[in-house]
Every structure is written in C-alpha cells, then in structure tokens.
C-alpha cells in the first residue's frame, strides 16, 4: 500500500535532479507564498461571514 498522495508522488517526481541550493531556496519560498496568501484568503472569508451574522 502507498502511503503517498499523487500531488506528494508528482513532487517528487519534480526532484528527480540535484537542484542548485539558489533553486531550491526560490521554490520553497514560492511554496511558502503560495500556502500564506491561500491563509489570508481563508482568514478574509471567515471575517466576512462572522461580519454577516
């Protein structure tokens, strides 16, 4: 049995190669942008809806 998502395998797949430290430092901080902007928008969506009770 596999205990990984596709989304985790097709990741992984993306490292087949040794990625350059400057690389790797440019994709986590688009990853990490990526998950704190989809927070933000979460966080704007709860606001709005205790705005509307």
């Known amino acids: 049995m596999n205990s990984l998502t ?3 395998l097709e990741i992984l ?3 087949n ?4 430290e400057e690389e790797w ?6 990853i990490s942008d990526f ?3 989809r927070s ?3 966080a704007k969506e709860v606001y709005m809806e ?4």
């Open 25 to 30: 430092r440019k994709l986590r901080e688009l």
């Open 6 to 8: 596709s989304q985790q």
């Open 13 to 15: 797949k993306l490292f």
């Open 50 to 53: 205790e705005k509307e009770k």
């Open 40 to 42: 933000v928008d979460e």
């Open 17 to 20: 190669y040794d990625m350059p």
């Open 35 to 37: 998950f704190a902007a």
